[in-house]
């Protein structure tokens, strides 16, 4: 079959918008779940997603052109970098900060991107590059849920060198926590949290003045003890 030049070019110039828009089109399809990322990085665990050669080789293509599937391919690279002291660790940590920051730049509005930032930063033995990016996360979405039981963890990892707009934040984090309102599962978390931190005496400096958050505070270590 020929084709005339003018169908010719028509054909090409489909080629070459199917090739640069369906990557785009599959990166928010095989996107890693922001709060599984989260998780896993802060616990040290492998992606599950990861053992999904399916799914990242797709991740992997539309990496090509989508900014956030570069940042999410960037994390499960840095999940599964197990152990510290490997220069695999070292490289995808700083793969990862660097891609993150990257797509940050186009949407700095994306709390989870900054809380994964800031976690690739610690991972990667930067910690004071990861105090910016824990506040960002808290400030752009400041009653989120779901996210209440790695901020309160990771806070306490990070309060050493936490400013006091830093510690000021966290300590709201954790009133939140306590509110009678929330999840009493998320609640218990965060108790436990504290308990394996040994920071009993710092957070009860947070929910103190207010009896009400102190004694929600009081009855969730009581069922973790």
Known sequence: MRFSPLAAINLLLVALILAVGLPGLFADAVRLPSEVTIHELQMGQPVAQAADEGAMGRLDWAAMTSNAARADLALAMLADAADPHSTE?????????????????????????????????????????????????????????????????FGLDLYPLLDDDG???????????????????????????????????????????????????????????
């Open 167 to 225: 510690k000021a934040m966290l300590a709201r984090q954790f009133r939140l926590a306590m509110d009678d309102g929330l999840d009493t599962s998320i609640s218990e978390q965060v108790a436990r949290t504290v308990w394996e931190h040994s920071a009993i005496p710092l957070v009860w400096g947070f929910v103190a003045d207010d009896p009400a958050t102190a004694q929600r505070f009081t009855s969730m270590l009581a069922r973790i003890k």
């Open 89 to 153: 660790y070292r490289v995808a940590g700083d793969h990862a900060a660097r891609q993150l920051r990257t797509y940050l730049a186009a949407a700095p509005d994306d709390s989870r991107a900054w809380a994964n930032l800031a976690l690739a930063e610690m991972r990667r033995g930067t910690g004071g590059a990861a105090v910016i990016p824990f506040k960002m996360s808290v400030e752009l979405a400041p009653a989120s849920a779901v996210d209440l039981t790695w901020r309160c963890g």
